[in-house]
């Protein structure tokens, strides 16, 4: 990078960090890992001083941590790999998690309530809307929800995979502003293990940083922060990647400090139901479009018509969530399917004949998969 390409983004890099003083809706998740000893208080003690009395800021929490405590108290020598004793350990820490959080923040008198979620229920439109408007009243009422998945009846395919990409669900969810991810890193890491401050565009600047690395009790490792933190971005919400263990985190990212890793909100977002038909639903199938057609989609606001449809894959009902493929196999955006798999396969086939106007997916459903 040239000095003044450097300074440019400095500059940037400013004016963003500076624009989180704005954020009035903050989550912050928080990692098992961190989560022990004295943990809870310091987490009281920040949100404390951060609604301390201030009208119109509101913060949601999503925290790991049932399954760690639940395998002390259950006795178990080690983290079973079987997903019933899983279910299990997360069942019965659960409730010390919420003790933990009752206790730190009743100290200060801030309100906090259990929410347990599954990605079925995110994956229902109608549950969805009960969660958003049940968040909505809880953040109203001056409380702090506490969000974790509800393990103990979540198997493999309802999972969301981990807590991270749990927050970036529910960032659009309750119209926050800032996702912060909170856990044992200092944030983004570079080739040399520098602190990388901040991050324009995922995908030139962050995946390749990122690996594929766990970490041990959580199940997310960086590359997992990393997606997380581009959905959020795209729901307009600025993220930041920083370690629980700084004294004073919260209030110090939110003021704007130069700490963690920062991810730019992008300056058009995506509405809630088009981030949630993109990235929370998962696709039953697929729509394979010919080289047209795809080209016509990609320049936006266009439906998916079945006469630049080549064939589908899965099994999908109407309704149901779809990825559309390009002919490279590349997949150029998500929706969802006004046709049943069969019923797009026929008229598909029959186009040739009696070329028409089906629609597939229609546009006001349908997500075009940024580049980046
Ligand atoms: N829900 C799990 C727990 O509470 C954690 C999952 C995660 O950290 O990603 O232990």
């Known amino acids: 990078m040239t000095d003044a ?28 890992k961190s989560l022990a000893g004295d943990a809870w208080d310091r987490l009281a003690a920040e949100v404390h001083a951060l609604l301390g009395g201030k009208a119109g800021r509101s913060i949601v ?48 008198m801030i309100p906090v309530a259990q929410v347990l979620l599954t990605h079925a229920d995110l994956a229902d439109r109608a549950r969805t809307n009960n969660a958003r408007n049940a968040l909505a009243a809880l953040l109203e009422a001056g409380a702090v929800p506490i969000i974790n998945e509800n393990d103990a009846v979540a198997v493999d395919e309802i999972k969301f995979g981990d807590n991270d990409q749990l927050a970036a669900m529910v960032t659009p969810l309750c ?10 890193v200092e944030g983004l890491l570079d080739g040399d293990r520098k602190r990388v401050p901040f991050i324009k565009s995922v995908a030139r600047e962050a995946r390749h940083l990122a ?36 004294p004073g985190i919260v209030g110090r990212v ?32 697929a729509v394979l479009v010919d080289r047209g057609a795809a080209a016509a989609i990609a320049g936006g606001d266009r439906s998916v018509l079945a006469v630049g449809v080549l064939g589908v894959r899965g099994t999908f009902l109407p309704g149901d969530a779809v990825a559309i493929v390009d002919p490279e196999g590349v997949e150029l955006a998500r929706g969802l399917a006004r046709l049943s798999a069969s019923d797009a396969a026929r008229l598909a086939r029959k186009k040739r004949d009696e070329p028409g106007e089906d629609v597939v997916v229609h546009k006001d459903d349908l997500v075009v998969l940024p580049v980046d």
């Open 211 to 246: 690996g594929d690395s766990t970490s041990g009790v959580g199940t997310g490792g960086m590359s997992s922060k990393v997606e997380a933190a581009r959905r959020a971005t795209l729901a307009g919400a600025n993220v930041v990647i920083a370690s629980a263990r700084e």
């Open 61 to 108: 929490i999503v925290s790991s941590g049932a399954i760690a405590l639940g395998i002390g108290k259950l006795g178990f020598p080690s983290r079973p790999k079987d997903m019933a004793r899983l279910q299990a350990a997360a069942a019965a820490g659960q409730s010390v998690l919420m003790q933990r959080y009752e206790e730190a923040f009743g100290k200060l």
């Open 175 to 184: 119209e926050a502003d800032l996702l912060l991810l909170l856990s044992d």
């Open 254 to 285: 939110r003021a704007g400090e130069d700490v963690g890793t920062l991810f730019a909100a992008v300056p058009q977002r995506i509405s809630a139901r088009k981030h949630w038909i993109a990235y929370t639903l998962r696709p039953r199938g």
């Open 5 to 32: 390409a450097a300074r440019a983004r400095d500059a940037e890099a400013r004016v963003a960090r500076e624009g989180l003083r704005r954020a009035r809706r903050l989550v912050i998740k928080i990692g098992s």
